[in-house]
């Protein structure tokens, strides 16, 4: 963790110290352009684009009713780059995203990572030039953590792991922490194809739906994810261990690959209003799928419609200055062989950030 924290700390140095000079360039070095205007529909061929950025957050308390005395960190890079191609019927978007953030509180004296995201995604189009805004698609994901994730409590607790038998095959002695995931676990790969349609396509808001056949791989490297709420332990299950320490359970991942029909609505667009002016743009996103598996490595006695995958993710930037911008991001995944409740994450930041091509 000390060395992903150097790391981490650099860069957003780095980007710290260069920002305020980049902004100085005028117009051209905004990020979100002062015009709305599609650079899709400007130009063809390839089109890249790249914002490197960074999120810092710190505050101190000494001797504040209701607050523990101590500084707290908020930190973290960010980077998005994306290159497309596109002509009169073909059009090949290619996206990758990485967000980070470390989190260290009094209470855990420690860099925690509260998010970590790395996503892939490439997505081709064939527009018949008679109905461009019809025809068939092919689609490839890579969705997964990077770092090593490691369960940190202020507290002793004992953790109990379960294999996807409900058999217990590890209880641990009083720690302080537990490592749950390794590097680039649970890694999702995914792959989909089928026939899309664009019911709007302007600046201030595309529409856009995907259907067809998907398939997914998950590989967790043997990992562990929290199942349920924290318990006390049973005195009598652990004699030696002090009747009010914490027990943690978790279930045992595995490997599972899945085969199903897919659906996808995506809505995205750049809004501008008077009160805030032209140079003040709101970028919105928000998209749902989801994957009804027909066939799946792993059932554990369930109906294949009770294994369905939902993800949502609702993602808002508010541009303040030309390299700072209020961001908003939700996402509320159901993977039921990974776990049988939804995981949500929202998350809200000030970022600093610099577009190096647009």
Same mark, same amino acid.
């Given at each position: 963790?000390?060395?992903?924290?150097?790391?981490?700390?650099?860069?957003?140095?780095?980007?710290?110290?260069?920002?305020?000079?980049?902004?100085?360039?005028? !117009?051209?070095?905004?990020?979100?352009?002062?015009?709305?205007?599609?650079?899709?529909?400007?130009?063809?061929?390839?089109?890249?684009?790249?914002?490197? @950025?960074?999120?810092?957050?710190?505050?101190?308390?000494?001797?504040?009713? @209701?607050?523990?005395?101590?500084?707290?960190?908020?930190?973290?890079?960010?980077?998005?780059?994306?290159?497309?191609?596109?002509?009169?019927?073909? /059009?090949?978007?290619?996206?990758?995203?990485?967000?980070?953030? %470390?989190?260290?509180?009094?209470?855990?004296?420690?860099?925690?990572?509260?998010?970590?995201?790395?996503?892939? /995604? *490439?997505?081709? =189009?064939?527009?018949?030039?008679?109905?461009?805004?019809?025809?068939?698609?092919?689609?490839?994901?890579?969705?997964?953590?990077?770092?090593?994730?490691?369960?940190?409590?202020?507290?002793?607790?004992? &953790?109990?792991?379960?294999?996807?038998?409900?058999?217990?095959?590890?209880?641990?002695? !009083?720690?302080?922490?537990?490592?749950?995931?390794?590097?680039?676990?649970? %890694?999702? %790969?995914?792959?989909?194809?089928?026939?899309?349609?664009?019911?709007?396509?302007? !600046?201030?808001?595309?529409? /856009?739906?995907?259907?067809?056949?998907?398939?997914?791989?998950?590989?967790?490297?043997?990992?562990?994810?929290?199942?349920?709420?924290?318990?006390?332990?049973?005195? *009598?299950?652990?004699?030696?261990?002090?009747?009010?320490?914490?027990?943690?359970?978790?279930?045992?991942?595995?490997?599972?690959?899945?085969?199903?029909?897919?659906?996808?609505?995506?809505?995205?667009?750049?809004?501008?209003?008077?009160?805030?002016?032209?140079?003040?743009?709101? %970028? &919105?996103?928000?998209?749902?799928?989801?994957?009804?598996?027909?066939?799946?490595?792993?059932?554990?006695?369930?109906?294949?419609?009770?294994?369905?995958?939902?993800?949502?993710?609702?993602?808002?930037?508010?541009? =303040?200055?030309?390299?700072?911008?209020?961001? &908003?991001? #939700?996402?509320?995944?159901?993977?039921?062989?990974? #776990?049988?409740?939804?995981?949500?994450?929202?998350? =809200?930041?000030?970022?600093?950030?610099?577009?190096? =091509?647009?």
């Amino acid at each position: 963790m000390r060395r992903i924290l150097r790391c981490l700390i650099i860069i957003i140095t780095g980007c710290a110290m260069a920002l305020p000079a980049l902004a100085q360039k005028g !117009p051209d070095s905004e990020l979100v352009p002062d015009k709305i205007e599609s650079k899709k529909s400007a130009y063809s061929g390839w089109v890249p684009t790249l914002s490197l @950025g960074a999120s810092v957050q710190f505050s101190h308390s000494s001797n504040v009713v @209701g607050a523990q005395d101590g500084e707290t960190w908020n930190i973290g890079p960010l980077l998005d780059f994306s290159i497309g191609y596109y002509s009169v019927e073909h /059009e090949w978007r290619n996206t990758l995203s990485i967000r980070e953030v %470390l989190t260290r509180t009094p209470a855990v004296g420690k860099f925690v990572k509260t998010t970590d995201q790395l996503k892939f /995604e *490439s997505l081709y =189009l064939y527009k018949p030039s008679a109905a461009p805004w019809v025809g068939p698609f092919l689609m490839a994901q890579v969705h997964t953590p990077i770092f090593r994730t490691t369960d940190v409590r202020a507290a002793p607790a004992v &953790y109990e792991t379960r294999d996807k038998n409900g058999v217990t095959v590890e209880t641990t002695i !009083p720690t302080t922490k537990k490592r749950l995931t390794g590097w680039f676990a649970p %890694l999702n %790969l995914k792959e989909s194809a089928g026939a899309f349609f664009t019911a709007a396509n302007i !600046p201030e808001a595309k529409l /856009e739906f995907r259907m067809g056949v998907g398939a997914r791989q998950v590989f967790t490297g043997n990992g562990n994810a929290i199942a349920s709420h924290d318990e006390t332990i049973d005195p *009598s299950a652990l004699p030696n261990v002090p009747a009010n320490t914490t027990l943690v359970k978790l279930n045992r991942l595995f490997d599972y690959q899945q085969l199903g029909g897919e659906l996808f609505a995506g809505l995205n667009g750049t809004i501008t209003f008077e009160d805030l002016g032209p140079t003040r743009p709101i %970028l &919105y996103s928000f998209s749902t799928e989801v994957l009804m598996p027909f066939y799946s490595s792993e059932q554990q006695d369930r109906a294949l419609l009770e294994l369905t995958n939902v993800n949502i993710e609702a993602k808002v930037a508010i541009k =303040l200055l030309s390299w700072l911008s209020l961001d &908003y991001a #939700l996402r509320a995944v159901r993977d039921p062989l990974l #776990l049988d409740e939804f995981q949500i994450q929202n998350t =809200l930041l000030l970022n600093m950030s610099y577009a190096l =091509l647009k």
